[in-house]
């Protein structure tokens, strides 16, 4: 039996999963900057480029996306979580050693970030699946907003340290310390002593039986599908604006590594705002409402960035506060699909229900990024910011015309929703 609950704060295995995120995450900011920085200015890059490198990062979750929830379902979740630490501290080494060899090509830029993305898939859904099980699901809000204020602490210091290593000491020595900091995110990882459960053994009944257990539990619940839906929606038009971002404003708004750096470092500053006031939030105004609005609010905040090659004077600060109010907007909307999501799911299907909702919204991805670059290069950079930033006003729909609007608390397995079990249940006797 677990013991009583107590604040997260003094929780002494959250606290050292919270460590390992926190590292692991701050490194990952820098090479989220200096790696496309590095395709632009040390490669040349051009905005097809771009589109494929930003592909290359999400494509695994097509490949690799519905197996990894098998896995992690069959499997211990903390070993998991070390391996992947480890193998994209090995894969971003490569960079900066091709650097120093004189070999770096853009096209090892595309395989690192597609052998990277695999590590981050399995690390992704092994590390959602896990949190029910450390925490307790009465907790999930509490713990999920702490991860999420940790992750934009990072954005805000990640970009600016990230601008300035690039600007000193190059692209390829930045991209060497995420490498390290995977390293300190598996050491605090292997500390952790929380006793995790065996598995219940699903070999018998065979991979491909696995995945359709999970595809059928999300398209078969009134919630999940609808957060499936909603969130695809976003990160295929989402990323269709961020294949073209950076080339935006280094081209077009002439910024710099360093600008670049501040206006990506005020965006973590939003969602530091956004991880503080989710619970709040939610706490006053239930799940289905405050998703609702987050939703809504990250599209319109958006649209100021098209909107500042028209006004060059104040083009900074019009994207700059763009950045803190879509970032706010969306980390209010994670950490409530997250853990709607995570309430709902019994923890034998947590690694699959995790992993076809990253597939279904992940696969949404390298489509998106390829479309994004590719209408960059036919209708104009500025021009493909704005069909996306419209896209992402659309997607506010699936939470509006949907039972997501009358959620006023967190529901649970025994109660709100039909649970996961009783749809496998009706599926099975058709």
């Not at 040349?44 to 771009?50: E, L, R, T």
Request: with cysteine; aromatic share 6%; proline share 6%.
């Amino acid at each position: 039996m677990r013991p009583a609950r107590q604040p997260l704060w003094r929780h002494r295995e959250f606290l050292k999963l919270w460590a390992a995120s926190a590292v692991s995450d701050v490194g990952s900011q820098i090479t989220t900057l200096a790696l496309p920085l590095m395709a632009v200015l040390t490669l040349g890059a051009s905005a097809w480029q771009m589109g494929v490198l930003a592909a290359s990062g999400s494509t695994p979750t097509l490949v690799v996306g519905l197996f990894a929830g098998v896995w992690v379902d069959r499997l211990r979740r903390r070993p998991i979580l070390i391996a992947a630490d480890v193998g994209r501290a090995v894969l971003l080494a490569a960079i900066p050693v091709a650097a120093l060899a004189g070999v770096l090509r853009i096209e090892l830029l595309y395989v690192v970030a597609f052998a990277a993305g695999a590590f981050t898939v399995l690390f992704d859904v092994a590390h959602l699946a896990y949190m029910p099980s450390l925490v307790g699901r009465d907790q999930l809000i509490d713990g999920n907003s702490k991860l999420e204020t940790t992750w934009s602490v990072s954005q805000v210091a990640g970009p600016g340290i990230g601008g300035v290593l690039v600007s000193w000491l190059t692209a390829p020595i930045a991209i060497l310390v995420d490498a390290v900091s995977f390293l300190g995110s598996a050491l605090f990882l292997a500390r952790i002593r929380a006793p995790e459960p065996t598995p219940a053994s699903t070999h018998a009944r065979g991979v491909v039986h696995d995945i359709g257990e999970g595809l059928r539990v999300v398209f078969g619940h009134r919630l999940l599908r609808v957060l499936a839906g909603c969130s695809a929606t976003t990160t295929f038009f989402g990323q269709m604006f961020l294949a073209v971002y950076i080339l935006y404003m280094t081209r077009d708004l002439g910024l710099g590594a360093m600008g670049v750096g501040v206006v990506l470092g005020t965006g973590g500053v939003g969602s530091l705002a956004g991880s503080l006031v989710a619970g709040r939030a939610t706490r006053r105004f239930g799940p289905g409402r405050t998703m609702i609005a987050a939703q809504l609010g990250f599209g319109l905040t958006g649209l100021a960035v098209p909107l500042a090659v028209f006004v060059p004077s104040i083009a900074l600060p019009m994207i700059v506060a763009s950045e803190f109010g879509q970032w706010m907007s969306i980390l209010v909307y994670y950490v409530n699909a997250v853990s709607v999501r995570q309430a709902v799911t019994p923890d034998r299907l947590q690694g699959r229900i995790n992993a076809t909702m990253r597939f279904l919204v992940g696969g949404a991805m390298p489509v998106g990024a390829l479309i994004g670059g590719a209408l960059g290069g036919v209708i104009g950079v500025p021009l493909t910011l704005v069909v996306a930033e419209l896209g992402i006003l659309l997607a506010v729909l699936w939470l509006v015309l949907s039972p997501i609007r009358s959620l006023s608390a967190m529901p649970s397995l025994e109660a709100g929703t039909p649970p996961p079990a009783d749809i496998l249940a009706q599926h099975s006797a058709r």
